[in-house]
């Protein structure tokens, strides 16, 4: 269409969204194949948000003078996403319940961008799959998901990296998913583009209630900040962590199991109850 754009809710093999104006959604959307949404005018706005939603892939396109002002997608399954570019002030929203697989660029000019793979347990589910894609945040970038994957991502943000693991379970950085059992395993080519997006700004891994293990876990120059229940070296000796500043938060003790080696020019610490930190 020439103007705004809604659409009903249904069921189809693909679905084609070309439209002038902002678009929305007054049903829940099926469809099996590919959805792709062309602006065709500056700074256009779309919300496919119903709770029911079910696509499989979508990307977003421009031809002439089209641009988006914002996007926000939401799905009830798995969801690839192809490009998602925000040329106005508003941000990216991309959820999916069971995984979300990023295959093109995602950006913002100024806006955040907030990617949530979903709390779904189970091996392989509600993965955030960024391999080999472009990630730009003209802000915060918001990062969410039971486990992650970032090989090969080209990945910036003007403000402050966030990663929260929403399945309870280990967090292993750098090598430490040699001792097994990770609910989350940030290798160092994971941490290497995390680390990429923040040499300005404050990278936050956030596990929960959950314990965070680490062995020779690269950060750079970061200002890093971990959250967990407990926080160790996978191994006794050896280095730990490497970083600029380091902020520790904790609900239990650090360093217990395996004293915490670090590489960092300041390490601020907070444990609730007394418990013991050893670095």
């Known amino acids: 269409t020439g103007g705004a754009l809604t659409l009903s809710g249904g069921t189809d093999g693909t679905l084609n969204a070309p439209a002038g104006g902002d678009i929305s959604q007054g049903g829940a959307l099926t469809v099996s ?8 005018n500056a700074l256009i706005g779309v919300s496919l948000l119903n709770a029911g939603n079910d696509f499989n892939t979508i990307t977003f396109t421009t031809i002439g003078t089209g641009s988006y002002n914002a996007i926000a997608v939401n799905d009830s399954n798995a969801l690839g996403v192809g490009n998602a570019v925000v040329a106005g002030t508003g941000d990216v929203d991309l959820t999916a319940i069971n995984g979300l697989t990023v295959t093109g660029t995602v950006s913002t000019a100024s806006g955040a961008i907030n990617l949530d793979a979903g709390a779904t347990a189970g091996a392989g589910s509600s993965l955030l799959n960024l391999t080999n894609a472009t990630v730009q945040s003209g802000n915060d970038l918001n990062l969410k998901g039971a486990d992650f994957d970032f090989s090969g991502t080209t990945m910036s943000a003007a403000g402050n990296v966030n990663l929260t693991a929403t399945v309870p379970g280990l967090m292993c950085l750098g090598d430490a998913a ?20 923040t040499t300005a700004n404050v990278l936050t891994l956030d596990n929960g209630t959950s314990a965070i293990v680490t062995q020779t876990a690269n950060f750079g120059s970061d200002k890093l900040a971990l959250l967990g229940s407990t926080i160790d070296n996978n191994v006794a000796g050896g280095n730990g962590l490497t970083t600029s500043t380091l902020t520790l938060t904790t609900s239990g003790a650090i360093g217990a199991t395996n004293a915490l080696n670090v590489d960092a020019t300041s390490v601020n610490v907070t444990t609730t109850g007394g418990n013991a930190v050893t670095l």
Not at 33 to 40: D, E, L, R, Y
Not at 178 to 197: F, K, R, T
């Open 33 to 40: 194949g590919a959805t792709t949404v062309t602006s065709s």
């Open 178 to 197: 040699g001792g097994g059992g990770c609910q989350v395993n940030l290798d160092n080519i994971d941490l290497a583009s995390l680390s990429a997006a």
